[in-house]
């Protein structure tokens, strides 16, 4: 089923767009949530819960990308999830390291005061990305975006882990420095 009407079923608050949307993307969710969730009942939960998200919030929602659009719902949900976890001393994993290594370049949260700013925040990275070669986006999105572990990052473009691991630092450190420059952090 085309992802219009599947949107379209959940505008119409049909049931049976629940049912499509998880047939379409039910594995693509799962294998979001596997990069930040161990446990295999995580996952499904996770995925179940992007379901209630997607079903809550469309309406008012009209996402065109409906694929992105639920990657960023499971994603959000599993970094909660992660949270959530952490603070009861039970997280850790490759997407607490990820997040870890990415909140060096990132303002912490009295620069980021609201929905204005975060937008503005999101535009400030896309343009610094969008000067990277597509090798250093690509993985850049897949170590903070995916929770890819680095090493399975090297394999997959050819790299040793060091050069990976040194890539990923210099990416991070330049957009700390676009971050600055774009007045993000406060001291």
């Not at 608050?13 to 629940?18: I, Q, S, V, W």
């Not at 005061?113 to 993985?139: H, I, Q």
Request: proline share 4%; charged share 30%.
């Amino acid at each position: 089923m085309d992802d219009r009407d599947i949107v379209g079923l959940l505008w119409a608050r049909h049931p049976h767009g629940l049912e499509e949307l998880s047939k379409k993307y039910g594995a693509y969710c799962a294998a979001v949530a596997r990069r930040f969730l161990a446990d295999e009942s995580d996952v499904e939960e996770c995925v179940n819960d992007v379901w209630m998200a997607a079903w809550g919030s469309i309406p008012p929602q009209r996402p065109e990308r409906l694929g992105t659009y639920l990657g960023k719902l499971t994603r959000r949900l599993c970094l909660t999830r992660l949270e959530r976890d952490r603070a009861q001393k039970r997280g850790g994993g490759e997407a607490a390291l990820s997040v870890e290594e990415l909140s060096e370049c990132l303002p912490g949260g009295a620069g980021v005061e609201g929905p204005l700013e975060e937008k503005r925040l999101a535009e400030a990275v896309n343009a610094y990305l969008s000067t990277l070669s597509n090798t250093k986006r690509r993985v850049f999105v897949l170590r903070y975006w995916y929770a890819v572990p680095v090493r399975e990052i090297a394999a997959r473009f050819g790299f040793s882990v060091t050069r990976t691991s040194n890539m990923l630092s210099r990416v991070r450190r330049g957009l700390r420095e676009h971050l600055e420059k774009e007045d993000f952090f406060y001291e």
